[in-house]
């Protein structure tokens, strides 16, 4: 199964795809996380992603369609849920044309929506484990222990552009360059909306059951 999580910065979408990757043995594939192990392992591509990345604005589609194309290969057989990638038209463009040229397609385009006032919060206030990714909440989402991950046991922490001014540059973002995307999907009949300001639960249990309805 091949499919495709839409959504806002902070709609849920790495939150969602977990649990989804978990449920059906798919790869996660999201852009921002590979991006963030290539400026960790300081390669060519983290340096060049580096200043885009901070100050809340996208990577050039060159360096992105290339990465993701590479990723995508390396899992094609097992199947994936893309998090964060297609971005802006030109990358769904040149998706569809990668996985046409294997003579694949996408399944199922989940589109996760949700208003930009509850996203402001849900940024803010987000931790992460930097050792195996886990994505907590201060209010929503709360480790067993406060700023510790579950299963690593790790100090957990805030990603650098997660501040409310970069947060505030990425929704623009997503509104100029991004939202076009749901609309190039929808004029292929593929996006199924999910409304995501309910809590992590109730979401995934609408993500699931619209996933179930396409499978059958
Ligand atoms: P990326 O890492 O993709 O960031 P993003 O799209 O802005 O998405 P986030 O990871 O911030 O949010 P999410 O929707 O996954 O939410 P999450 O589940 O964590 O990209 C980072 C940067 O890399 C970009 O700005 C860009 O520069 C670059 N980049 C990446 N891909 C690119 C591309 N294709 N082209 C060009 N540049 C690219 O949830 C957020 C918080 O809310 C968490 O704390 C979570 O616990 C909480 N939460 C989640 N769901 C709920 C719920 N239902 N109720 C309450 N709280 C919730």
New binding site residues.
């Given amino acids: 199964m091949r499919i495709i999580l839409l ?11 977990k649990r989804i990757v978990d449920k059906y043995s798919l790869v996660h594939l ?4 590979i ?2 192990q290539e400026r960790a392992a300081g390669t060519e591509l983290g340096k060049k ?1 580096q200043s ?2 901070d100050s ?6 060159t360096l ?1 369609v290339e990465m ?1 194309a590479g990723a995508i290969k390396k899992v094609a057989a097992k199947g994936f849920v893309l ?6 038209i030109n ?1 769904a463009q040149e998706l569809d044309k990668a996985l046409n040229a294997n003579g694949q397609k996408i399944d199922a385009v989940i589109n ?1 929506v949700i208003d930009d006032s509850i996203i402001l919060n ?2 803010t ?4 484990c930097p050792k195996c990714g886990a ?4 209010e ?2 709360k480790p067993k222990i406060d700023g510790v991950c579950d299963k690593e046991g790790t100090k957990l922490a805030q ?1 650098p ?2 501040t409310l001014d970069v947060v505030k540059t ?1 929704l623009k ?2 509104h100029d360059q991004t939202k076009p995307v749901v609309g190039y999907y929808k004029s292929q009949n593929s996006v199924h909306d999910i409304k ?5 639960d ?2 995934t249990s609408l993500v699931l059951k619209t996933l179930e309805s396409i499978i059958k």
């Fill in positions: 959504g806002a910065p902070g709609a849920g979408k790495g939150t969602q795809c999201s852009s921002g996380d991006l963030r992603a885009y990345m809340g604005g996208l990577v050039p589609d992105i993701m998090d964060g990638f297609p971005r802006t990358q996760l849900r940024m206030g987000r931790r992460s994505v907590y909440h201060i929503n989402l990603r552009d997660d990425r973002t997503y995501a300001d309910m809590d992590v109730t979401v």
